[in-house]
C-alpha cells in the first residue's frame, strides 16, 4: 500500500498552494465582506489549469486525475471557502457532465468559454420544493417539440448561474418513465424565458453566488441532452458521486485552515502564566483535529484513488465527504473556541472558516443522505456475501 502523492502530484500541491497563497488567500475576508468573487484570481488560474480540471485536453483543459482535483480543492479550501466552493461547482458539476457525456458540438461549443477565466459553469438540480428527494421532487419539466425542448420550471440554490454561460439542468422529460423520466440539457443563459434571480443572501460563503432561476416557455434545441433523453437520472448521480469527492476535498481545506489558526493562536496567546497550547484541553483540541483531519483526508483520497483506477467509488465518496464535512465543523467550532472571544470576531478568518464550512454538511447530499448512501451500499455488500453459491 502506497499513501504517498506520486512527484508530479506534490509538484502540483506545490503550484496550487503558492497560487492560493499569493492571489487567493490574502483576499478572502474582501470576497467574504464584499459577496464579490476577486475575478483578477480566477483569470490567473487560466494559467495553471485551476479551471480546466474537467475540461478535455485537446480543446485545452488540464483533465487531470482525480487526486490531483482533490489537492487544487483542498488548497483552495485552505485559502477561500467561497472561492473554493464556485471553483469546484465550476468544474465538478458545471464542466465535468459536458466533458462526460457531451458531443463533439457541443464541447466545441462551450468550453472555450468556459475554461477562460472570464465565467464559470453551473448545473442545476435541486428546486424549492425538493432537495435530497430529485427522484419524487423536481417538477422542471421539458416536454419535445419539433426540433426544439420548451422548458418549464424552477430551481434553486444554484451555484454560479448569474456568471455561467451555460447551465446544466436537470428536467422531466417523461412523466411516466420513472428513474428513466429524466434528461440533462445544456441551456444557455442568454435564452429568452430564463430568469436568475438576484444572489441569495447567506450564512456563509457569501462571495460564491447562488440563485434561484425561472424557466418560462425556455426553448432550446432538441439537440442540447446531454448523452440520450432519459439518461439524465443516473448521470446526475455519477456527477454527485464525483462531486463528493470535490466537496470533501475543500471542507478539509476549510478544516485545515482553522486547524492552522487554532495551533497558531494558541502558542501565541498566554494565560496563568503561559502559553495556552500548554494547557492540557487545549492540547486536545490540537490532537483531536490532526487526528481527524487525517483519518478523513485518507478517506477522501482513497475515494479518488479508486475513482482514477476504474473501481466503484459510491460508498466511499460518501464516507468521505461524511467524515471530512463533520470533522470541518468541529475542528472550525474548536478553533473559536480556543481563539475564545476573538474567534467571533470579524478580525479573525475563524470566524468567516466556521460560517463557510457550515455549507459542507448540506451541499452535495447531506449528511444524513450520505448515511443512507452508506448503509445501502454496506447492505447490499452484506447480502452478496451472505447469500450462498
Keep these: 500500500m502506497d499513501f504517498e502523492l506520486s512527484q508530479e502530484q506534490r509538484m502540483w500541491q506545490r503550484i496550487v498552494r503558492d497560487f492560493c497563497e499569493s492571489e487567493v488567500k490574502p483576499y478572502a475576508a474582501e470576497v467574504d465582506e464584499s459577496a464579490k468573487l476577486h475575478w483578477d484570481a480566477i483569470r490567473k488560474m487560466k494559467d495553471i489549469g485551476l479551471i480546466s480540471l474537467e475540461a478535455p485536453e485537446e480543446l485545452g483543459g488540464m483533465e487531470v486525475d482525480t487526486i490531483s482535483i482533490a489537492i487544487a480543492m483542498e488548497e483552495l479550501g485552505r485559502a477561500c471557502g467561497s472561492t473554493a466552493l464556485s471553483i469546484a461547482a465550476h468544474n465538478g458539476l458545471g464542466c465535468a457532465p459536458i466533458k462526460r457525456w457531451g458531443t463533439r458540438a457541443q464541447k466545441e461549443r462551450w468550453f472555450p468559454s468556459l475554461i477562460s477565466g472570464e465565467v464559470l459553469g453551473a448545473l442545476a438540480l435541486t428546486e424549492p420544493g425538493a432537495g435530497s428527494d430529485?427522484?419524487?421532487?423536481?417538477?422542471?419539466f421539458a416536454r419535445r417539440e419539433g426540433d426544439e425542448w420548451v422548458i418549464d420550471g424552477s430551481k434553486a440554490w444554484i451555484t454560479n448561474a448569474g456568471v455561467a454561460p451555460v447551465i446544466v439542468v436537470l428536467c422531466r422529460t417523461d412523466r411516466e418513465a420513472g428513474?428513466?423520466?429524466?434528461?440533462?440539457i445544456l441551456v444557455d443563459t442568454k435564452t429568452p424565458g430564463l430568469t436568475i434571480h438576484p444572489p441569495e443572501k447567506k450564512m456563509g460563503l457569501k462571495g460564491s453566488p447562488t440563485h434561484m432561476i425561472s424557466f418560462d416557455g425556455v426553448r432550446v434545441p432538441y439537440d442540447s441532452v446531454l448523452g440520450d433523453p432519459g439518461e439524465g437520472f443516473r448521470q446526475t448521480m455519477m456527477t454527485l458521486d464525483n462531486g463528493r469527492i470535490g466537496i470533501g476535498a475543500l471542507a478539509l481545506g476549510l478544516g485545515q485552515a482553522a486547524f492552522e489558526e487554532g495551533v497558531k493562536y494558541a502558542k501565541q496567546r498566554r494565560a496563568f502564566g503561559k502559553p495556552i497550547a500548554e494547557h492540557e484541553a487545549i492540547q486536545w483540541m490540537i490532537a483531536d483535529a490532526a487526528m481527524e483531519l487525517d483519518a478523513a483526508r485518507l478517506l477522501v483520497y482513497r475515494a479518488a484513488w479508486l475513482k482514477d483506477h476504474g473501481k466503484d467509488f459510491t460508498k466511499q465518496a460518501a464516507m468521505g465527504k461524511l467524515l471530512a464535512t463533520e470533522v470541518a465543523e468541529r475542528v472550525s467550532r474548536n478553533a473559536i473556541q480556543i481563539h475564545g472571544s476573538y474567534g467571533y470576531s470579524r478580525e479573525f478568518p475563524v470566524e468567516r472558516i466556521y460560517r463557510d464550512q457550515r455549507l459542507m454538511t448540506i451541499g452535495e447530499g447531506?449528511?444524513?443522505?450520505?448515511?443512507?448512501?452508506?448503509?445501502?451500499?454496506?447492505l447490499q455488500e452484506f447480502d452478496t456475501v451472505a447469500s450462498p453459491a
Excluded: C, D, H, K
Design 366 to 378: 447531506t449528511s444524513e443522505v450520505q448515511r443512507l448512501v452508506i448503509s445501502r451500499r454496506v
Design 179 to 184: 428513474a428513466r423520466g429524466f434528461s440533462l
Design 134 to 140: 430529485l427522484l419524487g421532487g423536481v417538477q422542471t
